[in-house]
Each structure stands twice: as C-alpha cells, then as structure tokens.
C-alpha cells in the first residue's frame, strides 16, 4: 500500500507534456500566404452565405405579401429557408474547411 501511494505521489497520471501557449497575435504570421488566402476563403464564405440566405428570405417574403398577390405555391416556405441556412453551412464549411481550417 506505501508503495502505491510514493509511486501515485511522483507520477502525474499524462503520458505527454502540453505545448505552451500560442500567442493571439503573431506577426510572423502576416507575412505568409496561408493566412491571406484563408482570409479570402472565409469572407468568400461569408459573402456566398448571406447572399443566398438573404434572397431566400426575400423571395420568401414577397410571396407570402398580401399586396402582392403572389402564388401561394410559388415561393419555398419557412421549411425553404431553413434548407436554404442548413445547406449553405454545409457546403461552405465543406468547401473552406481545407483551406482555413
């Protein structure tokens, strides 16, 4: 029983050591292409997701305006709008996760 508790006492139960701490901001970092091109990547992203996102709520609306008098049919409903979010996140999260991490 002593022996388990002097072994238990010197072992810190991690087979690996942590790395240090990263800093937040490296300026070793600007000077790399990487850092630009998942910089484009990702406001690509953004830009292609609230543009769909954003027509897909717009033509949601203007067929749902009693002023309009627009097809009831016609439009993609709230179960649209939420494919629309849904896939948009996929595809851009899938076609950026290789290239900005």
Not at 36 to 44: D, G, K, Q
Not at 55 to 70: E, Q
Request: glycine share 10%; aromatic share 12%; proline share 5%.
């Amino acid at each position: 029983m002593t022996k388990e508790v002097e072994v238990a006492a010197h072992h810190s139960g991690k087979d690996y050591h942590d790395p240090p701490p990263a800093p937040l901001i490296d300026a070793e970092e600007l000077s790399k292409w990487s850092f630009y091109r998942a910089l484009i990547a990702e406001f690509v992203a953004t830009l292609l997701f609230l543009y769909v996102t954003v027509l897909t709520v717009i033509g949601y609306k203007s067929t749902t305006d009693p002023n309009l008098d627009a097809d009831q049919c016609g439009g993609v409903g709230i179960l649209g709008i939420a494919w629309a979010f849904g896939g948009m996140i996929f595809i851009l999260v899938y076609c950026t996760a290789g290239i900005s991490g």
